[in-house]
């Protein structure tokens, strides 16, 4: 069974930046669009930025500008690189995979993303 690891969350001040990478282990990583999505407390999960396994992408309005999703798909690793990082991100983000031949979703633990002066 596919599983997806987080890892890169932290501390961090405001205007700072973060790389966030989920790595994909136990099959094949091309089938997989993935996204990242974030809960706030309190709020609901919203999607921040998605890629196809083509590459192309998609990000909330509030990511445009500041977050790049990226993926290699030699290393099963997808990335958010996030700059200008501001207090309302945030959030425990988390990885999403959506297999495109079973529709089936996968998703990671979770990484807690903390901006704060």
């Known amino acids: 069974q596919v599983q997806f690891v987080e890892s890169g969350g932290g501390l961090v001040q405001p205007g700072g930046s973060l790389r966030l990478s989920c790595t994909a282990s136990g099959s094949i990583f091309s089938i997989y669009a993935m996204g990242w999505y974030r809960q706030a407390p309190g709020k609901q999960r919203e999607l921040v930025a998605a890629i196809t396994n083509s590459g192309r992408t998609n990000y909330v309005d509030s990511a445009k500008g500041r977050f790049t999703i990226s993926r290699d798909n030699a290393k099963n690793t997808v990335y958010l690189q996030m700059n200008s990082l501001k207090p309302e991100d945030t959030a425990v983000y988390y990885c999403?995979?959506?297999?495109?031949?079973?529709?089936?979703?996968?998703w990671g633990q979770g990484t807690q993303v903390t901006v704060s002066s």
């Open positions: 999403n995979a959506h297999n495109i031949i079973n529709l089936r979703d996968s």
